[in-house]
């Protein structure tokens, strides 16, 4: 569990990274951020079915 653990950790700083990169003047940070949670989701989910289907 302690490698899932690192691994949700690993795509947290990476959100935070994707984040702080796309957090320009002309786009809006609610939007951004919003754009970031579901892209987020999708990995996480995919990470669950990969993860579980093993």
């Not at 951004?32 to 999708?42: A, D, S």
């Amino acid at each position: 569990f302690k490698k899932i653990k690192s691994y949700l950790y690993n795509l947290h700083i990476i959100g935070i990274f994707f984040a702080s990169q796309s957090s320009l003047p002309s786009v809006d940070p609610s939007s951004t951020k919003t754009n970031l949670i579901n892209f987020l989701l999708k990995v996480l989910t995919k990470f669950l079915t990969n993860f579980s289907s093993k």
